[in-house]
């Protein structure tokens, strides 16, 4: 499988951004998939992810301003950002949801400004 994130960038606090991710080498609709976030000096973390079925779901710290979706005729995941927040600044991944393992795409870095 491969995956490949886009979209991220600078970014003022309380602006928005969206996310994507292409799948490639996997049967893409029969899977959950998750974004990811790993900030400077933190572990990674799941922020979001949706199931096959299209149920959604997302972290505590970005309840209400994270919104994650899917193509599946273009295997696409997207996350939606609004009222970005500092402490969302990280690199920015996507992947099965959940996953424990270390193959890991190239992520998509994102900085909020204060």
């Known amino acids: 499988v491969q995956l490949q994130a886009s979209g991220g960038g600078l970014v003022q606090a309380r602006g928005s951004l969206r996310l994507s991710c292409k799948v490639t080498?996997?049967?893409?609709?029969?899977?959950?998939w998750g974004w990811y976030r790993q900030a400077p000096g933190q572990q990674r973390e799941l922020v979001a992810s949706?199931?096959?079925?299209?149920?959604?779901d997302v972290t505590d710290p970005v309840k209400g301003r994270f919104t994650i979706s899917r193509d599946n005729l273009k295997k696409m995941v997207y996350l939606d950002m609004n009222d970005a927040k500092p402490e969302d600044t990280a690199v920015y991944y996507c992947n099965l949801a959940p996953y424990t393992g270390d193959r890991w795409g190239k992520g998509t870095l994102v900085t909020v400004s204060s």
């Open positions: 949706i199931t096959a079925e299209g149920v959604t």
């Open positions: 080498g996997i049967n893409f609709r029969l899977i959950s």
